[in-house]
């Protein structure tokens, strides 16, 4: 149990155009999700909590406007990066705290790896 | 403020031998939680260990062993009879109640290399 999805699991894009990153939890529902990159042979930043229904909370530092989350149902939760560019390559991953259970218990989607050239 | 600090950057082993992973922490809080993950070259982050402030209990699983000792901050995470699947970046991660939020912050990992 307990699985969270990420699609895609990779992608390439041209600089300037937007992406959008899935987050789905497959088996439970997830009031809140987290949303961390990590850049290579680095470790994971938070860069975003999302929860269902309302506006995500941003780490400082981190532009919400480039980077758009939508939490709109308990399973599932969106990460766009708008107008991107080569230096917003990097491993993008997503977590769900599973609702009801643990509140300190994240479990981790595979990530997604963007490319842009 | 939160910090979790993992001073070794990478080891190396040969297969069979025994390999401890370092972890220390800093936090206000007096209800905390402890992670460990290890994330093989594929990406995905694997669940190793949850261990909250109240117990401090060493366990055992397996060849995996961890030992937590809040009187220096510790939590320590040790693999016997080291085996080349083990080879990847183990990340030691803090969660504090603080707010209700459970966020948690993660050291910056150490590579595991497991010889043949």
């Known amino acids: 149990g307990a699985v969270v999805s990420q699609h895609p699991s990779w992608v390439i894009c041209k600089s300037g155009t937007s992406v959008k990153i899935e987050c789905r939890s497959l088996?439970?529902?997830?009031?809140?999700m987290f949303w961390y990159r990590q850049f290579p042979k680095q470790s994971l930043m938070l860069m975003a909590t999302s929860n269902e229904g309302s506006k995500a909370t941003y780490e400082q530092g981190v532009e919400k406007d480039k980077f758009l989350i939508n939490h709109a149902s308990l399973t599932l939760s969106t990460l766009t990066v708008t107008s991107a560019h080569p230096e917003d390559s990097s491993f993008y991953i997503c977590?769900?705290?599973?609702?009801?259970?643990?509140?300190?218990?994240?479990?981790f989607g595979p990530g997604t790896r963007l490319t842009v050239l | 403020a939160q910090k979790v600090t993992q001073a070794q950057t990478e080891i190396s082993v040969v297969e069979k031998e025994d390999v401890t992973l370092d972890c220390v922490y800093e936090t206000r809080d007096t209800t905390y939680y402890l992670f460990w993950y290890k994330q093989p070259p594929s990406g995905e982050l694997v669940f190793l260990i949850r261990r909250n402030s109240f117990d401090e209990q060493n366990e055992i699983s397996g060849r995996y062993s961890w030992n937590f000792q809040k009187s220096t901050s510790s939590f320590n995470f040790t693999i016997t009879a080291s085996q080349v699947v083990d080879s990847a970046v183990y990340f030691c991660a803090l969660s504090e109640a603080l707010g209700g939020t459970y966020k948690y912050i993660f050291g910056t990992g150490t590579r595991l290399k497991v010889l043949a």
């Open positions: 088996d439970f529902q997830a009031t809140t």
């Open positions: 977590s769900a705290r599973l609702a009801g259970g643990w509140t300190d218990t994240q479990y």
